[in-house]
């Protein structure tokens, strides 16, 4: 049925369609469950030492050690009994196998693997992982790996001219993994549980264990630190938890966040956020260039004379330019974007930024934290 059609039916019939205004606010807030996680409820890393076979002469040489005998052992449990040095490996990699354990996992669960060559092979590409049981910190295996390769890259050429695309000594078996070992945490028994909350922030903690007490209706939750807001009074039972958790994970809560300048003087990347502010300060740009350069110029002696021999004359010159110093002026309470644009004004580069926003933090004129990567 047509939607004009519709439209005009209920107009007739006298119902009113609930229209959004378009200045219409929606709610503001962060969901809990988006800024925190349960104490004890988290991932594992696995990692496992395996072998993956059917390249195309692409895998480890001669020179690695051990992967021939890896792949003699691997024989010789199955009854093939071959010296370790007339086995040739360039068919075969050794690899190290890493996966995460997700919570809550049961047997027969599939997780994702990462297959990463530990010796010299030049390509994973068409590779086969046997099966290798994969650890945790404990020394316990939790999970078995198995299957084919992708790689997302190929490799094209040959006598030195090859295109390479993407990485080809590092691959994914998608639900490679199969989850071997029962690792859930019941939570019939739980009577409190703790939320952690990814970034420390009192405001938010304290926001945080106000909003559940609203929606449960008496003050169950308390704030322990930055980090922690314990909940007590659960009722025991084998869906008190989930429905707990289902229930205050989708309150909202207002969150500020902190002002942070992050700066990576590797990439000349700068990362302000929103609310940072500058106090009143004036930066003095300049730029210095120092050019020398160095001219060989060959000396012979003059003809038909006695004694001398060519010699190699170096003719050094050095050439200083200074740029005129750039002035910024900002006052009490600038923001992010006043700096950003007196910046470009004066033409400063994005390594020029890094150094004039430590200068900035060590005269105390930037309010907020700066972070070097």
Same mark, same amino acid.
């Given at each position: 049925?047509?939607?004009?059609?519709?439209?005009?039916?209920?107009?007739?019939?006298? %119902?009113?369609?609930?229209?959004?205004?378009?200045?219409?606010?929606?709610? =503001?807030?962060?969901?809990?469950?988006?800024?925190?996680?349960?104490?004890?409820?988290?991932?594992?890393?696995?990692?496992?030492?395996?072998?993956?076979?059917?390249?195309?002469?692409?895998?480890? =040489? $001669?020179?690695?050690? %051990?992967?021939?005998?890896?792949?003699?052992?691997?024989? $010789?449990?199955?009854?093939?009994?071959?010296?370790?040095?007339?086995?040739?490996?360039?068919?075969?990699?050794?690899?190290?196998?890493?996966?995460? +354990?997700?919570? %809550?996992?049961?047997?027969?669960?599939?997780?994702?693997?990462?297959?990463?060559?530990?010796?010299?092979?030049?390509?994973? !590409?068409?590779?086969?992982?046997?099966?290798?049981?994969?650890?945790? !910190?404990?020394?316990?295996?939790?999970?078995?790996?198995?299957?084919?390769?992708?790689?997302?890259?190929?490799?094209?050429?040959?006598?030195?001219?090859?295109?390479?695309?993407?990485?080809?000594?590092?691959?994914?078996?998608?639900?490679?993994?199969?989850?071997?070992?029962?690792?859930?945490?019941?939570?019939?028994?739980?009577?409190?549980? =703790?939320?952690?909350?990814?970034?420390?922030? %009192? &405001?938010?903690?304290? *926001?945080?264990?106000?909003?559940?007490?609203?929606?449960?209706?008496?003050?169950?939750?308390?704030?322990?630190?930055?980090?922690?807001?314990?909940?007590?009074?659960?009722? @025991?039972?084998?869906? !008190?938890?989930?429905?707990?958790?289902?229930?205050?994970?989708?309150?909202?809560?207002?969150?500020?966040?902190?002002?942070?300048?992050?700066?990576?003087?590797?990439?000349?990347?700068?990362?302000?956020?929103?609310?940072?502010?500058?106090?009143?300060?004036?930066?003095?740009?300049? *730029?210095? !260039?120092?050019?020398?350069?160095? @001219?060989? $110029?060959?000396?012979?002696?003059?003809?038909?004379? &006695?004694?001398?021999?060519?010699?190699?004359?170096?003719?050094?010159?050095?050439?200083?330019?200074?740029?005129?110093?750039?002035?910024? @002026?900002?006052?009490?309470?600038?923001?992010?974007?006043?700096?950003?644009?007196?910046?470009?004004?004066?033409?400063? &580069?994005?390594?020029?930024?890094?150094?004039?926003? $430590?200068?900035?933090?060590?005269?105390?004129?930037?309010?907020?934290?700066?972070?070097? +990567?």
């Amino acid at each position: 049925m047509p939607r004009l059609f519709v439209a005009m039916l209920l107009a007739i019939l006298g %119902f009113a369609l609930p229209i959004r205004a378009a200045g219409e606010d929606r709610p =503001s807030g962060i969901h809990i469950k988006d800024i925190t996680t349960i104490e004890g409820v988290r991932d594992n890393p696995l990692m496992g030492y395996g072998v993956v076979v059917g390249l195309n002469r692409t895998g480890d =040489s $001669q020179q690695t050690v %051990f992967s021939t005998q890896t792949l003699a052992n691997l024989l $010789q449990r199955m009854g093939v009994q071959v010296p370790g040095t007339l086995i040739r490996v360039n068919n075969m990699a050794a690899v190290f196998v890493t996966g995460t +354990l997700p919570p %809550f996992a049961r047997p027969g669960m599939k997780i994702d693997i990462t297959v990463s060559s530990a010796g010299d092979a030049k390509s994973l !590409a068409g590779g086969l992982l046997l099966m290798t049981p994969l650890k945790a !910190a404990d020394g316990t295996v939790y999970a078995v790996a198995q299957g084919p390769l992708t790689l997302g890259g190929y490799s094209a050429g040959s006598n030195g001219n090859v295109k390479v695309i993407n990485h080809l000594t590092v691959g994914r078996v998608p639900e490679g993994g199969i989850i071997e070992r029962d690792t859930a945490v019941s939570l019939a028994n739980m009577t409190s549980l =703790s939320l952690l909350l990814h970034d420390p922030d %009192f &405001t938010a903690a304290s *926001n945080i264990a106000a909003a559940i007490n609203k929606e449960l209706g008496k003050e169950a939750a308390h704030v322990v630190d930055s980090r922690r807001v314990d909940i007590v009074g659960i009722p @025991q039972g084998q869906s !008190a938890v989930p429905e707990l958790m289902a229930r205050i994970g989708n309150l909202l809560v207002d969150v500020q966040p902190p002002a942070k300048v992050v700066v990576n003087e590797r990439t000349g990347t700068v990362v302000m956020g929103g609310s940072v502010t500058l106090g009143a300060c004036s930066i003095l740009h300049g *730029n210095l !260039a120092i050019e020398i350069s160095t @001219q060989y $110029q060959v000396s012979q002696p003059t003809p038909l004379s &006695t004694g001398g021999q060519t010699t190699v004359v170096p003719d050094t010159q050095v050439h200083a330019s200074e740029a005129p110093a750039q002035l910024i @002026q900002l006052k009490e309470g600038a923001t992010v974007e006043e700096l950003v644009k007196g910046l470009q004004t004066i033409g400063a &580069t994005a390594r020029d930024v890094v150094s004039i926003l $430590q200068a900035i933090k060590a005269a105390g004129a930037l309010e907020a934290d700066l972070e070097v +990567l």
